[in-house]
Every structure is written in structure tokens, then in C-alpha cells.
T-cell receptor, first 114, second 114 residues
Framework: DTEVTQTPKHLVMGMTNKKSLKCEQHMGHRAMYWYKQKAKKPPELMFVYSYEKLSINESVPSRFSPECPNSSLLNLHLHALQPEDSALYLC?????????????FGPGTRLTVT | EDQVTQSPEALRLQEGESSSLNCSYTVSGLRGLFWYRQDPGKGPEFLFTLYSAGEEKEKERLKATLTKKESFLHITAPKPEDSATYLCAVRTLPFSGGYQKVTFGTGTKLQVIP
């Protein structure tokens, strides 16, 4: 099973709202990732968690706050977003971060900020 | 700075017309090259990992190859269901130090006409 699940599939939020994106994997992977993808662009790495600790933060604004409650779950808390934050948010996982293992992606959450 | 370039940007093929997609890279410390398929509005689907020059991987109508400067994704006798955007990504660990990075190319949008 190489499935990564994400909820919700779609999210519309105002600039003053607080919402969370959720991601789950049961492959025993110890690295999990958040990516942002704008239309017709490649995914851009936002955060990397390795063994439930934040390893990489690609200079992401503080209105995005990641959380890794356990090895299977990854959350992305959203607050005071801007319309330009509208995008497809992808979660991915891999066996670990330090080796060259491939990443498996979830279906994404389509976020619209109004 | 790591660079990953994919060509062509778009490719239209008749069903059964074989062709190749290119991913060229200029990176420091290659730790792996990955091919993904992405359908509109969905997360990337993992296809192949290549680690060293000369390596080849095959899956159904797809074959990926790697040299020191580029990778090719060969599509033999494509079918309409092969229509998608194909992304390559490189994982690198700079020789000068720092942390691992994953850099995606901008993708090739493939359309296979019946």
C-alpha cells in the first residue's frame, strides 16, 4: 500500500479564518513533506519532517504552521492567509529523509483564499 | 544553484507514436533522479527512481534512462490514458555542505490522440 491521504479535498477560506489541512500515511515512512503547487508550475517544497521533527523550513511565512503529532500524521495549520496562497497543497512521505528514497504524494487539498 | 530543465514543454502524439521526454540537470551532488506522472488536479504519482549513470528502469510502456547530465523517459506505443504531465525531480546533497534538496522540473505535458 503506497497511499497517502489528505483532507479536505477542497477548502475555501477567508483571510481571517483559521483552518487546518491533514495528511496521513500508514507505510511506516519516517519523513513527511508539505508542498505548494500553483497552476502549471512544479511542486515547491515548504516543510520537511524527519522522525517527527521539523528538519527543513523553506522560508515559509509564519501564517503556515506545520505540526507532526506522530509518525503517521502531518498537519498544516493556516491563519490569516492571503489570496496569493491559493494553490494545491500536497503532502508526501518517504522512507526517510537522508537517503535517496522516492516520495509518495497524496491527492492534495485545493485551497482557495477569498 | 541546482537547475532542472524538461523538454519539450508540451508534446502531442498520435496513439502508437513512440517518443522521448528529456530531463537535463545541472546539480551538485546528485542523490537520485525521480520521474512522476501528474494528472490534472491530482498529486504526482511515482514512476521511477534512478541513481547512477547507465541505469535503466521499465514499467509497461515507459522506460527511464540516466546519463551524467540528463534523463530520458521513453514512451513506446503510447495510449490516450498515458496523457498527463510528466515531472522529473532530482535529490541533491551539495558537496559544499548544507542539507538535501529536491528540485522539480517544470514538466512535460503529454497528450496522446486516439
Amino acid at each position: 500500500d503506497t497511499e497517502v491521504t489528505q483532507t479536505p479535498k477542497h477548502l475555501v477560506m477567508g483571510m481571517t479564518n483559521k483552518k487546518s489541512l491533514k495528511c496521513e500515511q500508514h507505510m511506516g515512512h519516517r519523513a513527511m513533506y508539505w508542498y505548494k503547487q500553483k497552476a502549471k508550475k512544479p511542486p515547491e517544497l515548504m516543510f520537511v519532517y524527519s522522525y517527527e521533527k521539523l528538519s527543513i523550513n523553506e522560508s515559509v511565512p509564519s501564517r503556515f504552521s506545520p505540526e507532526c503529532p506522530n509518525s503517521s500524521l502531518l498537519n498544516l495549520h493556516l491563519h490569516a492567509l492571503q489570496p496569493e496562497d491559493s494553490a494545491l497543497y500536497l503532502c508526501a512521505s518517504s522512507q526517510d529523509w537522508t537517503s535517496g528514497y522516492e516520495q509518495y504524494f497524496g491527492p492534495g487539498t485545493r485551497l482557495t483564499v477569498t | 544553484e541546482d537547475q532542472v530543465t524538461q523538454s519539450p514543454e508540451a508534446l502531442r502524439l498520435q496513439e502508437g507514436e513512440s517518443s522521448s521526454l528529456n530531463c537535463s540537470y545541472t546539480v551538485s551532488g546528485l542523490r537520485g533522479l525521480f520521474w512522476y506522472r501528474q494528472d490534472p488536479g491530482k498529486g504526482p504519482e511515482f514512476l521511477f527512481t534512478l541513481y547512477s549513470a547507465g541505469e535503466e528502469k521499465e514499467k509497461e510502456r515507459l522506460k527511464a534512462t540516466l546519463t551524467k547530465k540528463e534523463s530520458f523517459l521513453h514512451i513506446t506505443a503510447p495510449k490516450p490514458e498515458d496523457s498527463a504531465t510528466y515531472l522529473c525531480a532530482v535529490r541533491t546533497l551539495p558537496f559544499s555542505g548544507g542539507y538535501q534538496k529536491v528540485t522539480f522540473g517544470t514538466g512535460t505535458k503529454l497528450q496522446v490522440i486516439p
